[in-house]
């Protein structure tokens, strides 16, 4: 606590610097440029990109709802709208194939393994920040390090180890990988929120009594909600998102999760597979889009908080 | 009266040395190690177990059902002569040094226009990031159909405005597929570069461009002399993040050309799934992946000393 106060006040730079920057709301000198060179110079470019970005999706949305004739034919109909929009491709999708029961595996998958992996990384990050153990620098170092190792020089040695385990073609081969995937980043994610958490806090509960597990479970967990809430969305995103270790362990059309079901097994020589295909895309995409659509703000500080911390 | 609440109090609760498990309970490193169980499970035994497998089974000639036996340096002399390993590997340093740098000055310029003053900034932003949330393979699955040899949206509007008379073959034509594969990565790629490089660009103060123009700086200047030193370290850290996962990507390519057409898109992490899992040989898909490992290094190493320079810029103490 001392040293913290002792810090502060060793440097003022970075506390004047702190203060101007969030005092200064004002606009800077955006007021000297003028509409026009505004809509050449900023609208305009934008405005392309934005289109970019966005495109792929308006294009997914409507093949899913065009009628099959209107489908492939761009001569007729014009291929930018639709007037008379059908909702058969997701009605088969829905009845015909075992599309729910991907949905609700994904679901189950990204729910569980996120579960796990925030709880290990909690306790992980706390003992790293506060418990202060002997290395705790070099094993958060080390955790840092299994952050950058990607899942694609992973996947063909877990494959054996899976097996070994007997984990193969169960939803455990998925439980239990996908954390190594995420334990690094939400704790190294937790750990930048924890630290943040004044120790005074701690030491009074310290002294009032309270055990270590008092204290996290009491006081830090609570005033690290907003923390929880980006890495829990963060990492069921990146649960959803995973595909090699799903194409990987699982064999069975049962098991299988929304990514890898489509490309595996929605994937079929019918000239009209698109509206189906798009239609999968689509209802895949928004359980994720809805839950970013809550929580933008924690989901960007998770991000840029995992990347700069 | 008085004393008789003194000796109730006194009664109450005699002072106990703390015994040897008191002691324990408090020790640090003692309770750091049990807090590190869960994780240090997970990490170990699928993390850096697999890991190390991996190495050694790069120098064994194991088969899906058959473990190997070790054959030293084969796999990679092996490797060493076959003509679709050397393309995968210019395939991947191509795609991922074109990908990465555009990613870069295409984010870096979307993240300079977000921060300017905008109406509906925050929805836009929002917005911005979509692409990046939507999981890969199904925004890969809306570029296949996009990408489409007959019935693509490009090809059609391009030959509308007379740009063409004959539809683009995307994935079909060596080139063209590397370019199709590389723009999607891009599309990809660019909201994470933007997003997060905009979370730096906020934390510069505008007074510093004030204070620049005064001195007569032109606005190439005020970006080169100050956003581009205060943002370097972000920098660094974002591209060796963009870089890894670019290198390492395959879920793109396997969704949309499979390594197609004629093993012209392989990265190396397609072709080691080919080789490992579908081929059924372990140890040459391992000694693929493997042979990843050094530039992963690279890239791991320029992170590390870009977070060095963030301390040493901020002066703060390592905590």
């Known amino acids: 606590m001392t040293d913290l106060l002792a810090q502060k006040a060793a440097d003022p730079k970075s506390t004047l610097n ?16 003028n509409l026009p060179r505004r809509l050449v110079t900023l609208y305009l470019p934008l405005g392309i990109i934005l289109v970019v970005l966005l495109f792929p999706f308006y294009w997914m949305a409507l093949t899913s709802i065009k009628p099959d004739e209107q489908l492939l034919d761009f001569e007729k109909y014009s291929p930018f709208w639709t007037w008379n929009p059908t909702f058969k491709h997701i009605a088969k999708l829905l009845f015909d194939t075992d599309y729910p029961r991907w949905l609700w595996n994904t679901m189950l998958v990204a729910t569980c393994a996120t579960a796990i992996s925030i709880g290990a990384s909690v306790l992980a990050a706390y003992a790293i920040v506060r418990l202060r153990y002997k290395g705790a620098q070099w094993v958060g170092g080390a955790i840092f390090l299994a952050y950058l190792v990607p899942p694609s020089i992973l996947f063909i040695p877990l494959s054996t180890v899976v097996f070994q385990y007997g984990l193969f073609d169960t939803p455990f081969a998925l439980i239990l990988t996908y954390p190594t995937i995420l334990i690094p980043f939400s704790t190294w994610l937790l750990m930048g929120y924890f630290k943040t958490i004044p120790f005074e806090l701690e030491e009074c509960a310290l002294i009032d009594g309270a055990s270590r597990w008092q204290i996290l479970v009491k006081i830090v967990l609570p005033l690290a909600i907003p923390g929880l809430i980006s890495a829990f969305i963060f990492c069921f995103t990146l649960c959803w998102n995973e595909f090699i270790y799903a194409l990987t362990f699982i064999s069975s059309t049962q098991y299988k999760t929304v990514p890898v079901a489509i490309v ?46 | 009266m008085t004393d008789v609440v003194l000796k109730s109090r006194l009664d109450k609760r005699p002072i106990q040395e703390p015994t040897a498990w008191d002691r324990l309970m408090v020790n640090r490193n003692w309770l750091g190690l049990w807090f590190m169980v869960p994780a240090a499970i997970f990490l170990i035994l699928f993390l850096a177990y697999p890991l190390g497998l991996g190495v050694w089974l790069s120098f064994t000639d194991a088969k899906i059902g058959r473990s190997g036996e070790f054959i030293g340096l084969e796999n990679y002399e092996w490797l060493s002569e076959d003509s679709t390993f050397i393309t995968s590997v210019f395939n991947t340093i191509l795609y991922t040094t074109v990908a990465s740098a555009i990613k870069f000055a295409v984010g870096l310029y979307l993240a300079l226009l977000l921060n300017e003053r905008l109406p509906f900034k925050a929805i836009l932003r929002a917005v911005v990031l979509i692409p990046f949330i939507v999981p890969t393979v199904l925004s890969a699955i809306a570029f296949w159909w996009i990408y489409d040899p007959q ?17 683009i073959n995307f994935l079909g034509d060596v080139w063209n597929a590397r370019w199709s594969v590389i723009f999607a990565n891009i599309w990809r790629g660019v909201p994470f570069v933007a997003i997060t490089l905009l979370a730096g660009l906020q934390t510069v103060s505008p007074s510093l461009y004030e204070a620049a ?66 081929a059924g040989s372990l140890g040459e898909g391992a000694a693929i992946s493997t042979a990843m490992i050094p530039f992963l290094l690279g890239a791991i190493l320029v992170s590390w000393f870009g977070l060095q320079r963030r301390k040493w810029q901020q002066g703060e103490s390592n905590d």
Do not use: C
């Not at chain 2, 059609?156 to 007379?162: F, T, V």
């Open chain 1, 18 to 33: 702190a203060s101007t920057a969030a005092a200064d709301h004002s606009d800077g000198m955006s007021y000297l440029n």
């Open chain 2, 213 to 278: 123009t005064i001195d007569g700086a032109t606005p190439w200047q005020r970006f080169r002399f100050i956003t581009y030193p205060l943002l370097t370290p972000i920098i660094a850290v974002v591209m060796t993040f963009s870089v890894l996962f670019t290198f390492t990507d395959f879920q793109l390519i396997w969704v949309m050309t499979r390594g197609g057409p004629v093993n012209a898109t392989h990265l190396m992490a397609t072709l080691s799934y080919q080789r490992a899992i579908l």
């Open chain 2, 151 to 167: 019935f693509s949206i490009i090809s059609w509007s391009l030959r509308k405005m007379g740009f063409i008379t004959e539809n």
């Open chain 1, 264 to 309: 595996t097994a929605l994937v079929d020589g019918d000239i009209y597979r698109w509206g189906s295909l798009m239609a999968g895309a689509m209802i895949g995409s928004l359980p994720l889009v809805v839950l970013y659509a809550f929580f933008v703000e924690h989901y960007v500080s998770a991000m840029t908080g995992a990347v700069k911390e």
